[in-house]
């Protein structure tokens, strides 16, 4: 189990989106299944953020922020679906 | 930039002389996972070779706890600044391990337990500069430090020593492993200070 | 009226500490002045940074415990981890008229908006209610009238935050409801045993499913996970079901 989850994600994302992403719905590229992701199990500690599936443990997202720029890496969600304001 | 806050340390750490740049030494043994530790029964391990060919050697515990091995004593550096002064280690080096695996390939991709992966180049694992450590500080390597068994490659940044190993793959192209996919260098000196991308 | 946080530029931002409350002998509330502060809604969090002298950072989230008022403080309400690198700082060594780092509000799912219609029930172990606690105080200032249930889980008597305020909330806002529930030592005379929670502590305490209310869980891992399981497994739906894990296993 994971400490954190991608709650604790909301400033490192919202720092590149103009938005919060935690509301946002991924669909997992490994088991299928959609979720927020404020419930995906955060690990990675001071490396990075790397974002697992809660119900296949998969990676769905990474996030590595190096001296002057951000690295996001999504391959592990195959959408994204996002709220618009006012919904 | 930024506020420094009155009366705050941190963690205990220091800045001495004669590390890497940018390191700090730690008195304790930070513990970062991309992932939840894997618990592997010894009678399910086992570490694999496979060359370019397909070619494959492997040892099960029983087996590679038998081959030769020595005690070494190594700094260590991870990524995220900390470094650690004379870790000792009961290890098999690779050049054991390589000894009868022929090949033509440049690079390899060590594999772990619980799907984590990183490249180093195959001649950064011979010459006695690689091994794999199933005893850290005399006692059995814990789970979450790794065990049963970890790469050990002290030259390079801490996350190139992939904990729970099971497999060595021979690779005639250089590819990103998981951190380095994430970002990360594909080298990863600490001496030259190889942290990110384009680094 | 409390509103959402304004999307731009999100960015680290210096915030001075003019008060602090002693909540328990292990916890702390901040209350800090941000200039230029936004608003929030109830359950977003900040980041905290804190920089040592020699270029060292630590960076940890807390949650916001006070309810959005227009020229008001942002309170968070800090429990010391004993083996903790920033909690120890800001509940033992910090301040009035200290500052530090923070950048927020953020998070956008685990929040509460008086325009959701349904009842509402939280379940917090331990420092968990602090984002709980600041979804109670808007629903106060705004006099809502979606009915709240707080299952509230701690240790002991002693670690009960909001001790004085919360029992006010149930006299002065009426359609709320608390239960707290003791897992290591009960109040004297109390008539239920210490354990920790479980099906029969959410199904007499919480909201039935078919009310399909939205429900909060916050805490450490093993509570979120035990909770939220219990919700399922009692027939809410997940999707109603939002979770916010707070670091620590037990």
């Known amino acids: ?87 | ?199 | 009226m409390a509103r959402a946080a304004l999307p731009g530029r999100l960015t680290w931002r210096a915030a001075t500490l003019t008060e602090a409350r002693q909540e328990t002998p292990s916890a702390r509330t901040l209350m800090l002045d941000v200039p230029d502060w936004p608003g929030h809604l109830p359950g977003q969090h900040v980041d905290v940074r804190l920089t040592a002298p020699d270029g060292y950072r630590a960076q940890r989230s807390y949650s916001i415990a006070s309810a959005w008022a227009e020229g008001g403080n942002v309170e968070l309400t800090i429990q010391r981890l004993d083996d903790g690198e920033v909690s120890p700082y800001l509940t033992d060594v910090l301040e009035v008229g200290d500052q530090i780092e923070l950048r927020g509000p953020v998070g956008g799912w685990f929040v509460w908006r008086e325009t959701q219609p349904r009842p509402v029930l939280l379940l917090g172990g331990g420092s968990g209610v602090v984002p709980l606690m600041a979804m109670v105080r808007a629903r106060g200032l705004a006099k809502a009238r979606q009915p709240f249930r707080l299952i509230y889980s701690v240790r002991t008597p002693w670690d009960v935050l909001y001790r004085d305020e919360l029992p006010r909330h149930v006299r002065d806002n009426p359609g709320f409801d608390l239960y707290l529930n003791y897992t290591r030592k009960a109040p004297e005379g109390s008539p239920n045993a210490p354990k920790r929670i479980d099906v029969a502590t959410i199904n007499t305490h919480g909201w039935p499913p078919d009310f399909e209310p939205d429900c909060y869980v916050c805490g450490p891992t093993t509570f979120v996970e035990t909770a939220a399981d219990i919700l399922v497994a009692l027939g809410h739906d997940p999707k109603r079901i939002r979770t916010e894990r707070f670091g620590g296993t037990s």
């Open chain 2, 1 to 199: 930039m930024g506020i420094i806050s009155r009366g705050f340390g941190g963690r205990r750490r220091e800045s001495v002389p004669g590390l890497p740049p940018g390191q700090y030494l730690t008195h304790d043994f930070p513990v970062l996972s991309a992932g939840p530790t894997p618990r592997i029964p010894l009678d399910r391990w086992s570490f694999t070779v496979t060359a370019e060919t397909g070619e494959r050697k492997s040892w099960n515990w029983q087996e590679f706890t038998a081959l030769p091995h020595e005690d070494v004593t190594v700094d260590i550096h991870c990524v995220t600044k900390w470094s650690k002064l004379g870790t000792t280690w009961r290890s098999v080096s690779i050049d054991t391990l390589l000894e009868d695996v022929e090949t033509a390939a440049d690079y390899t991709m060590v594999h772990s337990f619980g799907g984590y992966t990183t490249n180093v180049p195959l001649e950064d694992l011979l010459d006695g500069k690689a091994w794999i450590a199933y005893k850290f500080d005399g006692e059995d390597l814990e789970p979450e430090h790794g065990g049963p068994a970890r790469m050990l490659i002290p030259h390079l940044y801490f996350w190139k020593s992939a904990k729970w190993v099971n497999g060595l793959e021979m690779m005639a192209e250089d590819e990103p492993g998981f951190w380095e996919a994430a970002g990360y260098h594909m080298y990863g000196d600490p001496w030259l200070e190889q942290r990110y991308q384009g680094d």
């Open chain 1, 1 to 87: 189990m994971s400490k954190l989850d991608g709650n604790a994600m909301a400033g490192d994302l919202g720092e590149i989106f103009a938005f919060d992403v935690t509301a946002a719905r991924y669909t997992c590229a490994g088991c299928g299944q959609a979720e927020a992701i404020g419930a995906l199990m955060l690990w990675g500690q001071e490396m990075g953020r790397v974002a697992r599936c809660p119900h296949c443990d998969d990676v769905v997202l990474r996030l590595v922020q190096a001296n002057d720029r951000v690295f996001l890496d999504l391959r592990g969600a195959v959408r994204l679906e996002l709220p618009l304001a006012g919904s």
